[in-house]
């Protein structure tokens, strides 16, 4: 870096390859670091050049760029969203390890597009995940929680280490009760499952999911009808799990046989129970801490990889709620 008549300066090379991918399209990446830190950026050729009043805001533009430039050299395109969660990281936490955001892939989609956890808090639920039988996510909307679990049970799945998948969610707006409604078990349910089927047309495609249903390999299920089953080899996935009772929690993490991993996900800003009933995901932190083989991971607002505004609601609501109460 070098001090210069208005300030300080950095200059570095970048392959002309890379730069596009660095940029973004039409330079949306570096007008995100420009809106955000006191400093100017100049592309020409094959060169970034950074300049800014203050050595501290230069150093730190140059550094992210730096890792950019070596990301963009294994030939990953680097979204504005990524620039953004990175330097969310870097005002949080004073230092982000950006390359490391693009390795560990988890899976491709049925179109060939690599799946991988977009930030750090992604990164220790994969982990967790593999790491133990039983893993419970407390995050707000947008954070990844079902559409990882749903990536690591399809790798399981693939690789013989379960013999199927089994998709849980309590069906709150019904009261669990769900034979007024037209159709089989699975026609019932299908509405509260939408969005884990999601995941899985965009990893398996819909034929094949469905055939997958057809055959039993995934299994969907209303939490209601899980009482007296045990399931061995299986990857069980309870979605929206804050809208579950301390005695349906505890009857659903009883299900579970030999060889099964259980991954349960919800969000406790958005409790659909009764007024005075208390969510099973709430006490069940309590009850479960430190037992061996059960991980608990939070995600946060800085870990919803949806559209920005998303995670300004997310953050909004977070606010408003507290002072609220």
Do not use: W
């Amino acid at each position: 870096m070098e001090s210069v008549k208005d300030g300080f300066s950095s200059v570095m090379e970048i392959s002309q390859e890379s730069m596009s991918r660095i940029t973004g399209a039409k330079d949306e990446n570096i007008q995100l670091i420009e809106e955000r830190y006191p400093v100017r950026i100049t592309v020409r050729g094959g060169m970034v050049a950074v300049v800014g009043p203050d050595r501290e805001p230069v150093a730190i533009v140059s550094d992210l760029i730096g890792q950019m430039s070596r990301i963009a050299d294994k030939g990953d395109k680097i979204r504005p969203s990524e620039v953004r969660y990175c330097m969310d990281m870097i005002a949080n936490k004073g230092s982000v390890d950006m390359e490391s955001l693009y390795d560990g892939l988890l899976c491709m989609t049925a179109r060939g597009k690599p799946v991988r956890p977009k930030t750090i808090g992604q990164r220790a639920y994969v982990k967790a995940i593999r790491d133990n039988d039983i893993v419970f996510t407390v995050g707000p909307a947008g954070t990844g929680k079902t559409y990882l679990a749903v990536c690591e049970a399809v790798n399981m799945l693939k690789a013989g280490t379960v013999s199927r998948i089994v998709l849980v969610r309590p069906a709150v707006e019904a009261g669990e009760s769900l034979g007024f409604l037209p159709g089989d078990l699975k026609e019932k349910v299908e509405p509260y499952l939408r969005p884990l089927y999601d995941a899985f047309f965009e990893l398996l495609t819909p034929e094949r999911f469905m055939r997958y249903v057809d055959k039993n390999v995934i299994e969907v299920a209303p939490l209601a009808y899980m009482r007296g089953r045990t399931l061995n080899d299986s990857f069980i996935i309870l979605d929206e799990a804050q809208n579950t009772t301390p005695e349906q929690m505890k009857m659903f993490i009883t299900r579970m046989g030999f060889g099964s991993k259980a991954v349960i996900t919800g969000d406790l800003t958005q409790v659909d129970l009764p007024a005075g009933r208390k969510s099973g995901l709430f006490v069940v932190q309590d009850i479960l801490k430190g037992i061996k083989g059960i991980d608990f991971i939070r995600l946060e607002n800085v870990d919803v990889v949806r559209h920005q505004i998303v995670q300004r609601v997310v953050a909004a609501y977070e606010e408003y709620e507290k002072r609220t109460q």
